[in-house]
């Protein structure tokens, strides 16, 4: 803070990045840091100053002047810290426009050139449901850690475990591989997974097993109504 109050752009650039990674930005009380940044960003063309503000501007729902920052900070040399970043959050608003192709694009350069997690979790978004090159993209994701892809990969192989089974035929389901996914992203707090393998046990005759996790999810933020319903299914 010093530093950054000093004019020193490296001390600015520092400190706003461990702020926003904190997640506790406070416009009034970085304003000069802010300032400074904006200065960075806007009249010397700093990549690292226009991604960090960009991040700032999508914060307060300002999607179109932080494309405007990130394509700007991303058009030259990608060597500079939170290049990918600016990438995957520009990939993250075209797909959010439906601009598949145009993410595809951003995205695949962010996990090709860069080799961002995050963006091969993103760039899985583009591809075929269930398609050989979306589970690619979800295995890379899931190796660094990334828990929707872990949830993601679940969902693939449940579909491909209820289509191999048939409707209609005396062949068992088998979960296994489904569950086992969504058991590694249940474990890190992920509720959709925690309602699938409730609804796994319940379908393999685990109710017991199935309440615990139909339990856990509905202390997880937004699936509370929907655990509600699902109780209905267990009793």
């Not at 978004?125 to 679940?154: C, D, F, M, R, W």
């Not at 591989?177 to 393999?204: D, R």
């Amino acid at each position: 803070m010093s530093a950054s109050a000093l004019g020193d752009a490296s001390g600015t650039l520092k400190l706003m990045s461990i702020i926003l990674a904190s997640g506790e930005f406070n416009a009034t009380t970085y304003y000069n840091s802010l300032k400074h940044l904006g200065i960075l960003a806007k009249k010397d063309e700093n990549p690292q100053a226009m991604m960090l503000l960009g991040k700032i501007l999508l914060g307060q729902q300002k999607e179109r002047d932080a494309l405007v920052l990130f394509r700007k900070a991303t058009r030259g040399s990608l060597d500079f810290e939170g290049a990918a970043d600016a990438l995957v959050n520009i990939g993250r608003i075209l797909l959010k426009d439906g601009d598949k192709k145009g993410a595809e694009v951003i995205l695949r350069k962010a996990a090709l050139e860069l080799d961002d997690p995050s963006a091969y979790f993103y760039l899985s978004k583009t591809q075929a449901h269930a398609s050989p090159e979306q589970k690619v993209y979800l295995l890379k994701a899931a190796a660094s850690g990334i828990v929707e892809a872990h949830h993601n990969l679940g969902a693939i192989e449940l579909a491909w475990a209820q289509e191999k089974a048939g409707v209609g035929k005396e062949v068992p389901v088998d979960y296994r591989m489904a569950k086992e996914w969504f058991e590694v992203a249940a474990a890190e707090g992920f509720g959709l997974s925690m309602l699938n393998l409730a609804l796994i046990c319940k379908a393999t005759g685990n109710i017991d097993e199935g309440r615990k996790w139909l339990e856990r999810a509905k202390k997880v933020s937004g699936l509370d109504e929907i655990g509600v319903d699902m109780q209905k299914e267990f009793t």
